[in-house]
């Protein structure tokens, strides 16, 4: 599920982003005009696989290239599971919150 709000800047997400369901997400997302920074509320995403890591390495990257930024915001213990196994928790260069008992 996908949720932008009226002025394009902020993409809530939700439910499974996996290589099963990212193309499509991304050929639409690529079809909006989307706000110079864009921020993606990411604490409705159950499950995380190397294509929604893939989709948000698109994201960001076709941001840069417009000038515009991108800002992931409410990480899912599914979309931290993912980083932390990747090593990326930095590279988006958000802060990760860990959700309440210290872990995901």
């Not at 193309?23 to 110079?36: C, D, F, K």
């Not at 989709?55 to 931290?80: D, I, K, M, N, P």
Request: charged residues 15%; proline residues 3%.
């Amino acid at each position: 599920m996908l949720h932008i709000d009226g002025n394009g800047r902020r993409l809530t997400l939700a439910g499974r982003f996996t290589i099963y369901h990212v193309a499509e997400l991304l050929a639409y997302l690529r079809g909006l005009e989307l706000a110079p920074m864009l921020e993606i509320d990411l604490s409705g995403v159950t499950d995380f696989d190397s294509a929604g890591v893939q989709l948000l390495l698109a994201l960001q990257r076709e941001q840069q290239q417009h000038g515009r930024a991108l800002r992931l915001l409410q990480h899912s213990a599914a979309v931290l599971d993912v980083f932390t196994l990747y090593e990326l928790s930095a590279h988006f260069g958000d802060p990760v919150l860990l959700p309440a008992g210290g872990g995901a």
